[in-house]
């Protein structure tokens, strides 16, 4: 195989992985979340299959939209290596952290510290265990802060390259712009006390962003398609 078709592979595989990261992004808006009003229903979750099914496409997310994002960073990155180096470092921050987010709620916290509650044989073991579940909320709300912040900053950088061509990706930009700018405000009211944009946020993500973002997934995979037929991306 030679280094053309080896490049068309891999942008084929990028594409893939944006179109599985729409599917991600779906299930991850629409599936239901159960309901667990207080601790220790809380704690019993370890045993909900729904939600232990939405921590592994939590986990799986981030590594197929990253995928699809470095397909995205070879196409453009001659192009407009600033924003592309620049948007990358910060959704890879995005990416990896959210990982380590689930892979945080998933093993230690629903794999050892909620059954080793529930199975306490004594209050001292069981106190420890509680100390532990509450402090993982802090953990996972640090990690959060990362992912907001990376994956807004990270987003708008890609806008700014992608506005910058024409037609379809031009759009695309936008979008990216819009998604960027929506990420960052949700990092602003939760971290820096802007509590006056609540309202507009909370309605742009349940009216806009929840279709918006998986929409924006599938073109950038039909994106990355196009572009595989314009010989300059392959030589």
Not at 3 to 14: D, E, G, V
Request: aromatic residues 18%.
């Amino acid at each position: 195989m030679n280094y053309s078709n080896q490049i068309k592979n891999f942008l084929k595989a990028t594409a893939i992985c944006s179109f599985l990261g729409a599917l991600t992004t779906s299930l991850l808006i629409f599936l239901p979340n159960p309901e667990a009003a207080d601790f220790e229903s809380r704690t019993l979750l370890y045993n909900n299959a729904l939600y232990l099914r939405k921590l592994w496409i939590l986990f799986i997310h981030p590594q197929v939209n990253f995928l699809a994002t470095l397909g995205i960073a070879y196409i453009l990155h001659k192009k407009y290596p600033l924003y592309v180096i620049f948007g990358t470092f910060f959704l890879s921050v995005w990416a990896y952290t959210e990982m380590s987010q689930q892979a945080l709620l998933i093993d230690a916290l629903n794999q050892i510290w909620r059954p080793g509650y529930i199975n306490a044989e004594n209050e001292i073991t069981k106190n420890m265990f509680s100390t532990m579940i509450h402090a993982a909320n802090g953990i996972s709300d640090s990690k959060y802060f990362l992912v907001i912040y990376g994956f807004g900053v990270g987003s708008f950088f890609y806008g700014l390259a992608f506005i910058r061509e024409h037609g379809f990706s031009k759009w695309i930009g936008f979008a990216l712009l819009f998604i960027g700018i929506l990420s960052f405000s949700s990092f602003l009211r939760y971290y820096l006390g802007v509590e006056s944009i609540n309202g507009v946020v909370n309605w742009l993500y349940q009216w806009i962003y929840s279709y918006l973002q998986p929409l924006v997934r599938i073109a950038l995979g039909i994106w990355i398609l196009k572009e595989i037929k314009k010989e300059q991306i392959v030589l």
